[in-house]
């Protein structure tokens, strides 16, 4: 195995998207379609500075980045890009080195899952990835008040997992996230560089 933990981790924590699962390039489709529907365009460089944050905090970033205001509501565009997403998740794939320590350390050590998604969204791509068997902790967007790079997530799933926070090592593909597991106190891991990005 290429890649595996840091010495003394107790417990572990994965973001999903394009963390756990190579669904970026979907995302990014769904996000591009919605925008258009609104006379919007949506860019790579635009999803990537924003991946960690919940769909509506994009949505709303777009309408004030392409001047929308009073054309388009947020929920709007979110509708619109799950919608789109959820014609072509099942093209979904899981990514195998980062999966392989999940299924290394299944009732090894307690893991979570912490990221910025949809609870549907989320629960759909782990099963169709065939995860979500060895996660018992999921912590969403609709579970906390603050979103990354705020640590919360982070710190509801250590809570859950029953580990101090310096014991736990955090997988991220996005700076957002990163940051929020440095503020927690965590050993942050960027997985960025043990694949390639197809988006």
Known sequence: ?????????????????????????????????????????????????????????????????????????????????????????????AIKPVADIARKYYKKLPMAVGTGGHREAVERTLEITGLRKYFDIIVTANDVDNFKPDPETFLKCAELMKVEPAFVEVFEDGDLGLRAAEMAGMIATDVRSWYVANW
């Open 1 to 93: 195995m290429l890649h595996d933990i840091k010495p003394g981790i107790k417990g572990l924590i994965f973001d999903l998207d394009g963390t756990l699962a190579d669904t970026m390039p979907y995302h990014f489709e769904g996000w591009k379609k919605a925008c258009k529907k609104y006379g919007a365009d949506m860019d790579p460089d635009f999803l990537r500075l924003h991946t960690g944050s919940p769909g509506w905090i994009i949505a709303s970033e777009i309408i004030k980045k392409c001047g929308l205001e009073g054309k388009v509501t947020v929920d709007q565009i979110v509708e619109e890009k799950l919608a789109e997403f959820y014609k072509i998740q099942h093209k979904v794939k």
